[in-house]
C-alpha cells in the first residue's frame, strides 16, 4: 500500500478510459474459464455501467463464462413500501440477464446468479420481502447482502450506505438473518478489515448459512490506517486466519482497486501492468489462499468499482499470475469452481 497518508475518502475513484488503454497486454492462459462472482450494473448520474459496458468488459479476451451480480442500489422501486424497494434491482437485472441470455452481448452467462438487499434489522418481517426476491429473480436469486463497512473514522464510511456500528451484533439483525437458512439463501459481507472478528461470531452462530467475505475483508490504507500498514497487515491476517476455521466462510479476492485500500495506481500517469498488481496483492491474497485453501476462495473484479485503478484483461492478467504456482484443480476452484459452487451456477 502507499506509504503516504492520502486523502481520506470512501468516494469511488473514477473511470478513465484514455488513461486505462495506455496499458495492454497478451491475455494469459484465455482458455482458462472464469466465473466473475462479483460485478454490479447501473445507470448514475456522470457513471453509467450498463450492459453495453460490462458485455464490452466481459469480451476482452480472458474466457468470462458466467458472472454474479452484487446488489449496489440500482434500479430500485420508486413507489410502494420502502422496504420492498430493493426488489426492484432484482427484476431490473433479471432482466438484464433474460438479455444476455439471448447471446446478443457475448456467450457468457450475464448475472448468473443475483445476490439483492433487504433489510435484515426487520427481523422475520424481513421474510417476505426475501420471497420477492426469489420470485423476483426468475430462478436465479442467490443470497443478500447487507453492508455493514463502518469504521470510527467517519471519512472512511460511504455516505450512500449509512451504517451503525455494531450491526452484525444487532439483535434485529440476527433475527432476520435467521431467514437466510430457511430459503436456502446465502450472505455476502462487506466490511472493512477491524470487522472482521465480528463476521466470525456470526459465522460461530450461524453455521448452516453460507457466508461470503467480499474484497478480502475490506483491509483499509488510507487515514491512521496509512500510517500503520505494517499493523493493519498483522492485525488483518489474524483476523482472517480466525475467520477461516468457520467452514461455512467463502471469501472472494479482489476489490483491492477502491481508494480506501490506499494504494496509489490511480495517481500513476500509466494504468499499472498485470505485474505490479500481482507484486502488491500478493501478501493479502496468499493469505486468504492459505488460510482457507483454493475450494472457498474465488477470484472478482468488483467492476466497474475497481475500474478506477485498472483494466478488465489486466485485472484477470494478475490473477492468473497470482495463482501460477497452483495446479490444474486448484486454479479451477479459484477462478469458476467455488463461484459455481457457493453461487448454485450448473456449468454443465
Not at 465480528?198 to 459465522?203: P, V
Amino acid at each position: 500500500m502507499s506509504s503516504r497518508n492520502q486523502e481520506v475518502s470512501s468516494t469511488h475513484l473514477p473511470v478513465r478510459d484514455d488513461w486505462l488503454s495506455q496499458t495492454s497486454e497478451d491475455i494469459l492462459e484465455p482458455g482458462l474459464p472464469i466465473i466473475d462472482p462479483h460485478h454490479h450494473i447501473w445507470d448514475r448520474p456522470g457513471w453509467r455501467y450498463m450492459i453495453d459496458d460490462i458485455a464490452n468488459d466481459l469480451a476482452s479476451g480472458h474466457n468470462i463464462i458466467a458472472t454474479v451480480f452484487v446488489q449496489c442500489q440500482s434500479m430500485h422501486r420508486a413507489d410502494g413500501p420502502e422496504e420492498m424497494a430493493p426488489v426492484g434491482e432484482t427484476e431490473f437485472v433479471n432482466g438484464v440477464a433474460a438479455i444476455g441470455a439471448s447471446g446478443l452481448y457475448g456467450k457468457q452467462r450475464l448475472c448468473a446468479g443475483i445476490v439483492g438487499h433487504a433489510d435484515l434489522t426487520l427481523g422475520k418481517a424481513v421474510k417476505p420481502i426475501l420471497e420477492a426476491h426469489i420470485r423476483a429473480g426468475g430462478g436465479r436469486f442467490r443470497g443478500i447482502r447487507h453492508i455493514s463497512a463502518w469504521d470510527k473514522d467517519d471519512r472512511l464510511n460511504s455516505k450512500s450506505y449509512p451504517v451503525r456500528r455494531g450491526l452484525l451484533a444487532d439483535p434485529g439483525f440476527r433475527t432476520g438473518f435467521a431467514e437466510l437458512e430457511k430459503l436456502n439463501l446465502s450472505f455476502d459481507a462487506w466490511l472493512y478489515h477491524p470487522q472482521i472478528d465480528d463476521l466470525t461470531d456470526l459465522a460461530q452462530n450461524f453455521p448452516e448459512t453460507t457466508i461470503i467475505l467480499d474484497h478480502c475483508g475490506g483491509p483499509l490504507g488510507l487515514g491512521e490506517y496509512a500510517e500503520a500498514s505494517t499493523n493493519v497487515f498483522k492485525s488483518w491476517k489474524n483476523s482472517i486466519e480466525k475467520l477461516a476455521d468457520c467452514r461455512n466462510v467463502n471469501v472472494k479476492l479482489g476489490g483491492l482497486g477502491m481508494r480506501i485500500n490506499g494504494y496509489d495506481f490511480h495517481e500513476k500517469p500509466v494504468p499499472p501492468s498485470s505485474n505490479e498488481l500481482a507484486k502488491a496483492w500478493f501478501p493479502f491474497i496468499d493469505t486468504c489462499i492459505q488460510a482457507f485453501g483454493p475450494d472457498r476462495c474465488m477470484f472478482e473484479s468488483n467492476f466497474p468499482v475497481d475500474k478506477g485503478s485498472y483494466s478488465y484483461p489486466i485485472f484477470w492478467n494478475a490473477c492468473k499470475k497470482l495463482a501460477n504456482n497452483f495446479g490444474i484443480e486448484e486454479k479451477e476452484y479459484l477462478f469458476s469452481k467455488t463461484a459455481a459452487e457457493v453461487y448454485r451456477i450448473d456449468l454443465g
